[in-house]
């Protein structure tokens, strides 16, 4: 695990913006007097008269900001992240997203952040910026686990993927898949702890859920994802990027792209995260992402398209030259983030009629249909655990898991 003083920022108008935003000289510059005016001046409006019922996300950022940094910092990406304006989200995704919202987009592909060199240093209110980062990656984290769930006796099975949950009662009894084959297994189950989506375990429940749970969780809205990697020999000069490299890399770990004239969403820079994720440290190991509907126009590029989209779009905004790509990978994930909108009002009556089945918990981002980074997905399969051991049948406390908690990843990823 290596230790990482994680650096994130917003690049808009060309410029690098600390994330989140502060009121800093470089902000003030960056924005221009006209801008920063109109800034202030909706600000002090929104704290005179704000609007009393805040229905929509953007109620809730118009509150908080004013009107003029809500259009320039949290509108257009919001709304690039999630594919609806901001008027159609729940003003509980800004209360759920973070104490104080900031403009995000998805959560990290990084290890639990821990306040490690705070603790060792003795301050316990030092940020939460310092990240355990495994050498080779997130997927080297679970391939660890898989190595010791395996050398503690239990079993792994791969290649099968689960089709419902079959119940007695209240209580589920077994596990229904299928192998890579197609040959179905039922797997006796003493208890059930689910991360697949709940539109799908809601789906496969024997006998089937109550005809209104399956139609909300059938309708429960989700974004998919798209990784475009770039593999770059040099980035383009930008003074403010504050490169010490000679190919011009940034020290970002993740950079939000809010310029609006193009679909990439944010960029991360592997070799930020482990050198040993790259072959040659003198190249550019880039990773964009693009936020997406299964099956739209940029769910059906081919590969060699998206990445000529991908390699374009950086050049319009001045970060590389097309020129200087020298390879390039396309990752697609189904169902990476749920949402706050829609179907997902009427997710409470969902939760209550799974919560009645007591041997069974849903648990991570998917399965609870909750936008928790990583650390809080793990956090609730803890609790979990606990609950299994402990005998206790009620779930409340897997549920209130980031409803008011001090620590939030600024996005995530992906998870």
Not at 127 to 135: A, E, I, K, Q, S
């Amino acid at each position: 695990m290596l230790v990482r003083d994680r650096l994130s920022r917003i690049y808009f108008l060309r410029r690098y913006f600390d994330y989140p935003i502060k009121l800093n000289a470089g902000t003030l510059a960056n924005l221009g007097p006209l801008r920063l005016l109109r800034i202030g001046a909706s600000y002090a409006w929104s704290m005179l008269f704000p609007r009393r019922t805040e229905r929509s996300l953007e109620d809730f950022l118009v509150n908080r900001f004013g009107a003029e940094l809500y259009r320039t910092f949290f509108r257009d990406y919001t709304e690039k992240v999630w594919g609806v304006p901001c008027e159609r989200i729940g003003a509980e995704w800004g209360r759920n997203g973070s104490r104080a919202f900031r403009p995000r987009g998805p959560a990290p592909c990084a290890a639990p952040a821990l306040r490690q060199r705070g603790r060792e240093a003795g301050d316990q209110d030092q940020p939460d910026r310092t990240l355990l980062y495994p050498r080779l990656g997130p997927g080297q984290l679970w391939q660890e686990v898989a190595r010791r769930v395996v050398a503690g006796g239990g079993e792994i099975r791969f290649g099968q993927r689960v089709q419902g949950v079959r119940c007695d009662g209240a209580r589920a009894v077994s596990v229904l898949t299928a192998d890579a084959a197609g040959q179905a297994v039922e797997l006796p189950a003493d208890h059930v702890i689910s991360t697949m989506p709940v539109a799908d375990l809601v789906a496969g429940m024997r006998p089937p859920a109550p005809a209104d749970v399956r139609e909300i969780a059938a309708a429960l809205p989700y974004r998919d994802f798209i990784t475009v990697g770039l593999l770059v020999s040099r980035m383009r000069a930008n003074r403010q990027a504050r490169s010490t490299q000679a190919n011009n890399m940034p020290p970002d770990n993740w950079i939000y792209i809010q310029e609006r004239e193009v679909r990439i969403g944010r960029l991360q820079i592997f070799n930020n995260w482990s050198l040993d994720l790259v072959a040659d440290p003198d190249k550019v190991w880039l990773g964009l992402e693009y936020f997406c509907l299964e099956g739209d126009d940029l769910w059906r590029l081919e590969d060699a398209a998206m990445i000529d989209l991908a390699a374009g779009e950086l050049e319009q905004i001045g970060m590389i030259d097309r020129a200087d790509v020298l390879d390039g990978t396309v990752i697609r994930v189904p169902k990476t983030y749920p949402a706050y909108f829609g179907a997902y009002a009427e997710f409470p009556r969902v939760r209550a009629w799974l919560d009645c089945i007591e041997n069974l918990y849903p648990v991570g981002r998917n399965g609870m249909h909750r936008y928790n980074n990583q650390d809080h997905s793990m956090l609730t399969a803890k609790l979990a655990v606990e609950a299994i051991l402990g005998g206790k049948v009620g779930k409340s406390e897997i549920w209130d898991v980031n409803i008011d908690d001090d620590y939030h990843e600024s996005i995530d990823a992906e998870a």
